[in-house]
């Protein structure tokens, strides 16, 4: 599950935000780390030092894993969930830097300054089938990549390879495909935030009995594909964002359109998966904002200078 999007405000503010859906709580929080902190790899004990500082919401699990964040250079990372997509590699490969899949966000934001940056070094990567530590399974991921500048990407790992696609909607969700998620905007392209006309049957006229028919068929379930196309929908259609406190409460209404209550959406196992948290990112100013299922507000945390000049790990 989860849904995440990019936004501008009219002021030259540029967002990344997600919201985290799962039936087990991955008890996830704020934290920071500094430049030149070490992270272990499952395949490879040397691992590697970060270039720069982030900020972003992880759990510790023999290791910091981090779901989602943004770093000093204005760079930003998401993960969703992309099952049964996901095909990664069954064995190592020496020239490169393999990892298990849940480690790539914290090793793209202590490394990758921009998407273009990112880019490159994706042919360096080669992310090895394993079992999350936490999970205990081969977790199935894919990942939605912005920058200060707005420019937005997903990368996706399938049985044909290493894909990373423009993301000019600005909108990602889980499986099917990015690629099928695009075509299937075209199935709603119907959908119009202005009123339907009155029609004519014969000699009948039908009127509208009231207001918003001009988004009858706008999906409201959580299926991957409806909230692809809710989200799109009203980010696209919804009154601009003027500065960066619209742009987070915009945001935040989008967002408010896909959350999933508990006992809302059951999978077969029993388990109820639901919005335990959602992040939005202020690239432009560096700001981080968390809010959890339990939490009617959000709270703010920035890489501020002083933190940048931290050597030690924060939790917040």
């Not at 995440?4 to 709580?25: C, E, K, P, V």
Request: negative net charge.
């Amino acid at each position: 599950m989860c849904t995440s999007l990019t936004y501008n405000s009219q002021d030259g503010g540029h967002f990344l935000a997600r919201t985290m859906d799962f039936a087990i709580n991955f008890e996830a929080s704020p934290i920071f780390i500094p430049r030149h902190y070490h992270f272990d790899l499952e395949f490879d004990k040397n691992g590697y030092e970060t270039k720069y500082s982030f900020i972003g919401a992880s759990r510790f699990v023999e290791n910091y894993i981090f779901s989602d964040g943004f770093n000093e250079q204005g760079f930003s990372i998401a993960v969703l969930y992309f099952n049964p997509k996901a095909k990664y590699a069954e064995t190592t490969e020496e020239s490169k830097i393999n990892f298990e899949a849940s480690e790539l966000v914290a090793w793209a934001l202590g490394n990758a300054c921009s998407v273009d940056d990112f880019a490159k070094k994706i042919p360096s990567m080669n992310v090895v089938n394993s079992k999350n530590k936490f999970l205990k399974i081969n977790v199935p991921l894919h990942w939605i990549i912005s920058d200060k500048t707005g420019k937005t990407a997903v990368l996706e790992i399938t049985s044909t390879g290493y894909h990373l696609y423009d993301n000019e909607v600005g909108v990602m969700t889980n499986s099917p495909d990015f690629n099928w998620h695009l075509d299937n905007l075209a199935h709603y392209n119907h959908l119009q935030p202005t009123e339907s006309k009155a029609k004519t049957y014969g000699k009948y006229v039908s009127k509208l009995d009231g207001p918003g028919f001009g988004m009858v068929g706008l999906p409201g379930d959580f299926t991957s594909a409806s909230r692809f196309i809710r989200t799109t929908f009203i980010k696209s259609y919804m009154e601009p964002a003027v500065n960066i406190t619209d742009g987070i409460r915009n945001i935040s209404y989008i967002l408010n359109s896909v959350n999933i209550p508990k006992g809302i959406k059951i999978n077969s196992d029993g388990l109820s998966d639901y919005t335990q948290y959602t992040a939005i990112m202020d690239l432009t100013n560096n700001k981080y904002y968390f809010k959890t299922y339990d939490s009617l507000s959000f709270k703010e945390f920035t890489l501020s200078k002083e933190l940048l000049e931290q050597a030690e790990v924060y939790q917040f």
